[in-house]
């Protein structure tokens, strides 16, 4: 009997044992699946409230910034977006004539975007939802104070980039005649229509603008591609954008091709109105009204796990 019962202890506890290195190799397997889906959903791209929260950060660290600083990164970024026109000329001065050689010329368009975009620099079109979205989480004076400041001090830096590139190419030998021709004939097209007309036009390219800033914080490392095919939709839709569009009217206005009110009344200030009906009066309140039920309890969960 005591051999009998020995032998049975023996048994159990191997049954045992082998029950609890299963049970350990379960949990391992979860831990090791559990990793796997954290890591697939850190690569998709995050939900509405976390991107909402990335841009309203951003934009109330650029309603932070001093005025010096702002100036300076929204004057690069006039003179950098300068490059969408030159690569346009280059485009249509090399292509051969065809169908659909517009699309093709329209691919130089994104050229002075990506500098500015992935060179963190100001633009005014990308502050039409960046700054609001602070702004409509808390409206108070001192946020619509700090908007309205960041919107001054970029669109006159950014006109004033745009202006100085424009001279530089107007009255420099900047580039090859036949480039400087190009650009002339890039800008007519891009610049003319009836006031209405150009007011609609911007609202698209405003919607279009905001869109590519709410995507860029899920886009990891396809930010380039996001911004070459929504910056390209606007050149080949023919949308206007004031500031990108700024270097065509201000070459034209300096080559004498139109005259200041045709500069302002035909251009800027349509432009300016349609951009930001689009980038904040539509795309930035959709942006907010789709989470502003889901913050509250965002931020209830944060506190109740910091507890």
Do not use: C
């Amino acid at each position: 009997m005591p051999k009998t019962q020995a032998h049975e202890k023996s048994q159990a506890q191997r049954k045992t044992q082998a029950q609890e290195k299963t049970q350990a190799q379960e949990e391992t397997q979860a831990q090791e699946d559990r990793k796997k889906i954290e890591h697939v959903e850190r690569r998709s791209t995050p939900p509405s409230p976390i991107i909402y929260e990335a841009v309203r950060r951003n934009g109330e660290e650029e309603m932070a910034r001093p005025a010096w600083s702002l100036w300076w990164s929204g004057l690069a970024a006039g003179l950098s977006i300068s490059f969408s026109l030159v690569a346009q000329a280059v485009l249509m001065r090399y292509l051969p004539e065809m169908g659909g050689r517009e699309l093709l010329v329209a691919l130089g368009y994104p050229v002075g975007f990506l500098i500015v975009i992935l060179g963190r620099q100001q633009l005014f079109t990308e502050n039409t939802i960046t700054v609001v979205l602070p702004v409509m989480a808390a409206l108070t004076p001192a946020n619509f104070g700090a908007a309205a400041r960041n919107w001054a001090i970029v669109l006159s830096a950014n006109l004033t980039g745009t202006l100085v590139s424009a001279a530089f190419a107007t009255f420099l030998p900047a580039v090859p005649p036949e480039i400087f021709d190009a650009m002339l004939q890039v800008s007519e097209h891009a610049i003319g229509g009836a006031w209405f007309d150009v007011t609609i036009r911007a609202i698209g390219a405003g919607f279009l603008m905001a869109t590519l800033v709410w995507m860029t914080p899920g886009a990891g490392h396809s930010q380039a591609l996001v911004i070459l095919v929504m910056t390209w939709l606007i050149a080949a839709g023919g949308f206007a954008h004031v500031v990108a569009g700024s270097i065509e009217a201000w070459f034209l206005l300096l080559n004498a091709r139109i005259g200041i009110g045709a500069f302002v009344g035909e251009f800027l200030l349509p432009s300016l109105v349609g951009n930001v009906v689009g980038g904040t009066v539509i795309f930035a309140l959709l942006a907010y009204a789709q989470v502003m039920k889901e913050i509250p309890a965002r931020a209830e969960t944060g506190n109740r796990n910091q507890r």
